[in-house]
C-alpha cells in the first residue's frame, strides 16, 4: 500500500484511533485478514466470520509487526475503530485507488474471468507496473484488498468480479471504480440463483452502466447478451471477437497436435501471428479479450502477440497440465465448473488426446458435479456425459452422489457402455480406480465444482507412483 499515517487513515475511513501512542506511525505494508500474513508496517483487518473473529488474533498480529489494527472494538493494542470493516476497507481502497491515478481495468463474465484476468495482467506487466486479482478474490473483501496492495509506482490495476445477485457488481464497481470495462460472456453458471440467462446478463451488464463517459465498454461481439450491451453504457464501445466486425478479433484459428491454440490476432493497429501456451480453443476468447484491453492502453499488436504467445496460468487449478515421469498427462482444472467451462475443457482434452490415441494412449475425464445450476441441474449434466461420448473421450468417471450420477447416464445414453464410462461415490474412489489402471500416454482431466474437491485427485496422481500403481509402467 502507499504509505500513509494511522492518523491519515482513520480520517479517511471516519475511525476512531485506540491505544496509539503516535497517530503518525505509518503503514508500509499490505493491508491483511489473515494474522499469520503479517509483516513489519501492516494494517491487519480484524473480521468476525462464522468461525473464526480476527478481533482474537490482534495480539498476535501487533507482536509480528502491524502498525496498527482496523476492528470495530477496542482490541488492546493500537486499533482504528470502525463501525463496519468491510465498508472502511472499501474507503481506504478508494482514496488510494484515486490518489494514485492508475488504470483500472475491471472484468467479469459466466465462464473465463481468472484466466482472461491472468492473460491481462501478463500483457500489462510489460508496459507498466501492474497490480491484479489474485485467484478468485472478485467480492466486497477481495476487491478493496488487492486495490490496497497497489504502490505508489503501480499505472494498472487489473480486477475480477463476481456476481451473486442482480446489484452485486454495480457495488463492486462503486468500492473501486474502473475505467475500462469487460464482459466476457453470459453463461449458464449461477442460473439457479438468477433465475435465467436475461437475469445474468442483466447482472453482469451492470459494468458497463458504471462506466464513466471517457471510458470504455469492452464488449464480446460473439455473445448476443454482451453485444446488447452497448445501449447501457455512456463509453465509448470497443468489441472483440470472432465476428468479421469485431475491433479485435481472430482469423485462421487452429489446434496444433497438443491443443495449444493458434491464430492471427487482428487489432485496429494491424495483425500479428499468436501461438498460446495454454490448452484448448477457449482461449482465444480470453486472448482476445485481453488483447482488446492491451491496445486499448497502449501496447503494439506485436507486444500484444508475442506477450500472449508467451503468457502462461498464474492462478492455480486451471488447465494446469503436468506430465508425469511414465508419460501420463494430468490436466488439473478442478478449481471449479459450469456448463460452458465443462464443454470447453472436453474439447480440450479431445484435441490433447489426439497425439496419444494415435499412440494407444486414452483420454480420461473425471468430472464432479456442476453446482448452482437450479432446475438445469439433470439436463446440464446429462448433457455433459453426452459430450464426453460424442467427443470419443476413452474413459469417463463421474465422481460424487445424484448429478455425478446424471453425467454418467448421460453418457451411458449416448452409447457408452460396458467400462467407458463409470460412477463412484468419492475421490479416494476415483484416486484407486485411477492408479489401477492409468497407463503411459494417458491423458486425464480432472475438473468439478470448487465445492467437490476434485483437486485432490489431480494432487494425489501427481505424487511419486509406487511400484504396480501405474498398469503397464
Not at 98 to 114: E, I, N, W
Not at 144 to 163: F, Q
Amino acid at each position: 500500500m502507499i504509505p500513509l499515517t494511522l492518523a491519515e487513515i482513520a480520517a479517511l475511513v471516519g475511525g476512531q484511533t485506540h491505544d496509539i501512542p503516535d497517530t503518525g506511525v505509518t503503514v508500509t505494508g499490505p493491508v491483511v485478514i489473515d494474522s499469520r500474513k503479517v509483516g513489519p508496517g501492516s494494517l491487519f483487518a480484524a473480521y468476525a466470520g462464522a468461525r473464526v473473529d480476527g478481533h482474537d488474533f490482534a495480539a498476535r498480529a501487533h507482536e509480528a509487526g502491524a502498525a496498527a489494527v482496523l476492528a470495530t472494538r477496542p482490541v488492546g493494542v493500537p486499533a482504528i475503530v470502525v463501525p463496519d470493516v468491510t465498508e472502511a476497507l472499501s474507503a481506504l481502497a478508494r482514496s488510494v485507488v484515486s490518489r494514485l491515478g492508475a488504470d483500472v481495468v475491471a472484468l467479469t463474465g459466466s465462464a473465463g474471468k481468472t484466466s482472461t484476468k491472468d492473460l491481462i495482467a501478463q500483457l500489462l506487466e510489460r508496459k507498466a507496473p501492474t497490480v491484479y486479482t489474485e485467484g478468485s478474490l472478485n467480492n466486497e473483501i477481495g476487491l478493496p484488498l488487492t486495490a490496497l496492495r497497489t504502490v505508489e509506482d503501480t499505472r494498472h490495476l487489473v480486477l475480477e468480479m463476481g456476481a451473486r445477485g442482480i446489484g452485486h457488481i454495480r457495488h463492486l464497481t462503486e468500492l473501486v471504480p474502473p475505467r475500462i470495462g469487460l464482459v466476457l460472456n453470459v453463461g449458464s453458471a449461477h442460473v439457479g440463483e438468477f433465475g435465467s440467462r436475461e437475469n445474468i446478463a442483466l447482472a453482469k451488464g451492470e459494468m458497463v452502466e458504471s462506466l464513466p463517459a471517457d471510458g470504455v465498454a469492452v464488449l464480446n461481439a460473439d455473445d448476443q447478451f454482451v453485444r446488447e450491451m452497448a445501449s447501457r453504457t455512456r463509453a465509448r464501445v470497443l468489441y472483440f471477437g470472432e465476428a468479421e466486425n469485431a475491433d479485435v478479433r481472430a482469423t485462421d484459428v487452429h489446434l496444433t497436435e497438443d491443443g495449444r491454440p493458434v491464430f492471427t490476432l487482428h487489432t485496429p493497429s494491424g495483425c500479428s501471428d499468436v501461438t498460446m501456451r495454454l490448452y484448448g480453443e477457449h482461449h482465444v476468447s480470453n486472448a482476445l479479450a485481453a488483447a482488446a484491453v492491451a491496445h486499448e492502453l497502449g501496447l503494439s499488436v506485436d507486444e500484444i502477440a508475442v506477450a500472449l504467445s508467451e503468457a502462461g496460468t498464474l492462478s492455480r487449478w486451471r488447465m494446469e497440465v503436468t506430465e508425469r515421469p511414465d508419460g501420463v498427462t494430468v490436466v488439473n482444472d478442478a478449481y471449479n465448473a459450469n456448463p460452458e467451462s465443462m464443454r470447453a475443457a472436453l474439447r480440450a482434452l479431445a484435441s490433447m488426446g489426439k497425439a496419444s490415441q494415435a499412440r494407444g494412449g486414452r483420454t480420461w475425464a473425471v468430472l464432479g458435479h456442476m453446482a448452482e445450476l437450479g432446475d438445469t441441474s439433470l439436463v446440464e449434466h446429462d448433457a455433459v456425459g453426452r459430450l464426453a461420448v460424442r467427443l470419443n473421450v476413452s474413459r469417463l468417471v463421474a465422481v460424487g452422489g445424484r448429478e455425478a450420477s446424471w453425467l454418467q447416464l448421460g453418457a451411458y445414453n449416448e452409447g457408452s457402455w460396458g467400462e467407458e464410462s463409470v460412477h463412484v461415490s468419492d475421490t479416494q474412489a476415483a484416486i484407486d480406480l485411477l492408479r489401477k489402471e492409468l497407463r503411459p500416454g494417458d491423458v486425464v482431466l480432472v475438473k468439478a465444482s470448487r465445492s467437490v474437491g476434485l483437486e485432490a485427485v489431480a494432487q494425489a496422481l501427481l505424487t511419486p507412483a509406487t511400484e504396480g500403481e501405474v498398469a503397464g509402467a
